[in-house]
């Protein structure tokens, strides 16, 4: 059930009807949250519900299970690891099976022997990788004593499966809807406001994000080197569809969530206009920035620190960005795409480190632009890996952006198209500047004509019923 | 050790060692995670610094990112941890 679809608005409007009306009670409430959720999720899969509520309900009890454990340590750590392995394992299972098996297979064509037979294709669930770290780290919290274990299991199973993000995100912790759920506090009206905006702004930059994926499609699936303009045009349109498709989402999930009067924390904040690669990481997908950086890098660097060696932050960096690669995508490309992140943010750390000045400099004026610049450069290679379907493609339009494969002969349309994606790219930005930024779209003389504008544009340009790129992972 | 004194040997530390000696605007409530003057690679260092300085009695739980939120909180991080 996308977003994007009629089917969304019915369900969601059926929804807010019951949620409303005839859920009284918090407790009511919670339930309509996790059926409506479950039957969210049937949409894309029946098969998959009782995985999804399985992992939720394990870790309550695990949580659990370590909160009556409280005193002791070595209980507390083995109930953890068993969450982690479980966690992990499913994850593993679904997501990388098919991508180790296929691996498996390359090396055995390579050397000459025959494939076993009567392996199965698994299928992906859908948003996966989301739910799995979002439950995990409940009982990280837990285990770590910053989160108390919640006695009731309805308050988790409904945060869990919550469906504003429960396909794509935002990772949201349970300390950050957990109170929420327990609290009920009704919204002030101008929340609900901000959301319908939100839900439209959303739908907005989704249309604008299909638009931009036509042009994309063409240029990866073109046979032979791009040309500079090609190049340049088909991976400016990726960075500007990626924005468009993965902050548009976002913005509906935390619009819906408003609707129903929980508030989910941002998940963009101008990512493009980001003065460093270290800065872009805590302005696109902030949810799963600090989710890895808690997660996955500190506890890395808590373990030298309590053992009072000297810390190694550019490898414990390294290792989280291969991961984090690895969480977008089971493929040998998204390995890469970490490595060449991992290696960009590690000289990112050290000549901040070497020139302390260099981060002072880049505030204001010129150098900033300039910083800005190279950013978003760099940006759009690790982009190129991230969408090209093999690393021969990668390597056709890395080449054709830097003049490999000649200038090209530029039509009339080919500029045009040009200007009309650097166009895309520029409004989805500038609609969320507007959105997060300025208060312009609080006013009634301003927030009804653009709300008209932004939901008629989703409905005359949008695809219809397109899929979100980050349903993927 | 008076919270003054505590917050104004972090605030020259955190100056000096990420932001090349430059403290101008740098008050008790600045964010230092948020505003990005603390970026992730500075976190242990930081707390590195204050146990060691302050001779601090870190538990495990207590060494996270949320305890360097600003200068206040460090001091008040100090204050609990001190080692009596």
Request: with cysteine; glycine share 8%; net charge positive.
């Amino acid at each position: 059930m996308l977003f994007n679809s009629t089917l969304f608005i019915v369900f969601l409007l059926v929804f807010l009807g019951i949620y409303t009306f005839v859920a009284r009670t918090r407790d009511q409430k919670l339930i309509a949250i996790t059926v409506g959720s479950c039957i969210f999720y049937a949409g894309w899969d029946y098969r998959f519900v009782p995985l999804l509520l399985g992992t939720a309900v394990l870790d309550f009890f695990l949580a659990h299970e370590m909160e009556k454990q409280r005193e002791n340590r070595v209980a507390r750590k083995r109930l953890l690891v068993l969450s982690i392995v479980l966690n992990l394992g499913v994850l593993f299972f679904f997501k990388y099976t098919n991508f180790f098996l296929d691996s498996a297979y390359g090396l055995m064509d390579l050397f000459g022997m025959t494939r076993p037979t009567g392996f199965l294709e698994i299928a992906l669930p859908v948003g996966i990788s989301f739910y799995t770290f979002q439950s995990m780290s409940y009982t990280v919290d837990v285990y770590r004593g910053t989160l108390r274990a919640r006695e009731r299991p309805l308050e988790f199973l409904a945060g869990v499966s919550f469906f504003p993000h429960l396909v794509a995100g935002p990772i949201i912790r349970a300390s950050v809807l957990l109170p929420q759920f327990e609290a009920f506090a009704p919204l002030p009206w101008a929340a609900y406001r901000r959301g319908v905006m939100l839900i439209a702004i959303g739908l907005f930059n989704k249309a604008i994000a299909d638009m931009l994926g036509v042009v994309v499609d063409e240029m990866y699936a073109g046979q032979g080197p791009p040309t500079l303009l090609a190049a340049w045009t088909g991976t400016l349109a990726f960075a500007g569809q990626l924005y468009g498709d993965f902050c548009g989402y976002t913005d509906i999930a935390i619009g819906v969530a408003l609707l129903l009067g929980f508030e989910i924390p941002p998940n963009f904040d101008l990512p493009y206009l980001s003065t460093s690669p270290i800065e872009v990481w805590t302005r696109w997908h902030i949810s799963l920035s600090t989710w890895l950086r808690d997660y996955v890098y500190l506890p890395q660097m808590k373990r030298d620190f309590l053992a009072k060696r000297k810390p190694r932050p550019y490898r414990a960096l390294f290792i989280t960005i291969i991961l984090a690669g690895l969480w977008h995508g089971a493929s040998w490309t998204f390995v890469a795409w970490g490595l060449v992140q991992g290696t960009i943010l590690n000289a990112n750390h050290w000549l901040f480190k070497r020139y302390p000045k260099l981060k002072r400099t880049i505030v204001s004026g010129w150098p900033k632009l300039l910083a800005i610049g190279i950013t978003f450069y760099l940006w759009l290679l690790g982009g190129i890996m991230f969408r090209a379907p093999s690393f021969g493609r990668t390597l056709e339009v890395a080449k054709g952006m830097h003049l490999g494969n000649g200038l090209g002969a530029p039509t009339y349309s080919n500029l045009l198209t040009f200007g009309l994606v650097v166009l895309g790219l520029v409004t989805g930005h500038f609609v969320s500047w507007l959105s997060n930024r300025s208060t312009s779209f609080q006013t009634s003389k301003v927030f009804w004509p653009a709300l008209f504008l932004f939901t008629t544009f989703a409905m005359c340009f949008g695809g219809v019923s397109s899929s979100f790129v980050y349903f993927a992972f | 050790m008076t919270d003054q004194e505590i917050l104004q040997e972090v605030r020259t530390y955190i100056a000096n060692t990420f932001l090349d000696g430059d403290s101008k605007g740098l008050d008790e409530n600045t964010p230092l995670l948020q505003t990005g003057i603390v970026d992730s690679m500075g976190i242990m260092e930081l707390l590195s610094f204050i146990r060691d300085r302050f001779s601090l009695d870190l538990p495990e739980e207590e060494v996270r990112p949320e305890n360097l939120e600003n200068l206040k909180v460090i001091v008040a991080l100090v204050n609990r941890f001190k080692k009596s």
